[in-house]
């Protein structure tokens, strides 16, 4: 059902089993966090390939809590195994 109606599985999966009706699992878009780097809109991902930042490490930092400015900004800290 998700192919035909051109939603993702797990989206539509995490609907249904939420208690959505199956109408509504399939009619309601997809909301993505947008937001706005040095004038550019764009999702996390589309940030992160434009301004050259690890994907993973900008959603993470967005996740707990860094303003895109930072996440973006600050680099990333390579931590060294100590022997």
Do not use: C
């Not at 996390?44 to 930072?70: C, H, M, S, T």
Request: without cysteine.
């Amino acid at each position: 059902m998700a192919r035909k109606y051109k939603v993702k599985y797990h989206v539509l999966a995490d609907r249904l089993n939420s208690g959505w009706s199956t109408n509504k699992a399939i009619e309601t878009p997809v909301l993505k966090k947008v937001y706005i780097y040095n004038g550019i809109t764009g999702a996390p991902y589309e940030l992160a390939r434009k301004f050259k930042v690890d994907k993973r490490l900008l959603q993470e930092r967005l996740r707990n809590g860094w303003n895109i400015n930072k996440a973006i900004e600050t680099p990333k800290i390579i931590r060294r195994k100590t022997i």
